[in-house]
Nanobody, 114 residues
Framework: VQLQALGGGLVQPGGSLRLSCKAS????????MRWYRQAPGKQRELVAM???????NYTDSVKGRFTISRDNVRRTVFLQMNSLQPEDTAVYYC?????????WGRGTLVTVSS
């Protein structure tokens, strides 16, 4: 299983970024995909998830600002992040759980700063 995350960078407060994560080695369309993040000095937290039927769920702090979506043809999950704030600064990871085994992509750093 390989997860390749792209799209991080430096953005000013109020700006937007779009992360993408391309998966291989799994039957992508059948799997729930997740985005986590880990801020400096903090534990990794679940940010958003999207099921195989495209049901979505978000942590409270990003509701109304972040949107998770998937493209099963391209085997890719996206995280559109709007109205970014400094507290969104973190390394973002995509994740898939297969039968209790978690697979992680290499994280992508998002820095929100003026």
């Amino acid at each position: 299983v390989q997860l390749q995350a792209l799209g991080g960078g430096l953005v000013q407060p109020g700006g937007s970024l779009r992360l993408s994560c391309k998966a291989s080695g799994i039957n992508f369309s059948l799997n729930t995909m997740r985005w986590y993040r880990q801020a400096p000095g903090k534990q990794r937290e679940l940010v958003a998830m999207i099921s195989s039927t495209s049901t979505t769920n978000y942590t409270d702090s990003v509701k109304g600002r972040f949107t998770i979506s998937r493209d099963n043809v391209r085997r890719t999950v996206f995280l559109q992040m709007n109205s970014l704030q400094p507290e969104d600064t973190a390394v973002y990871y995509c994740n898939v759980d297969r039968a209790g085994t978690h697979y992680w992509g290499r994280g992508t750093l998002v820095t929100v700063s003026s």
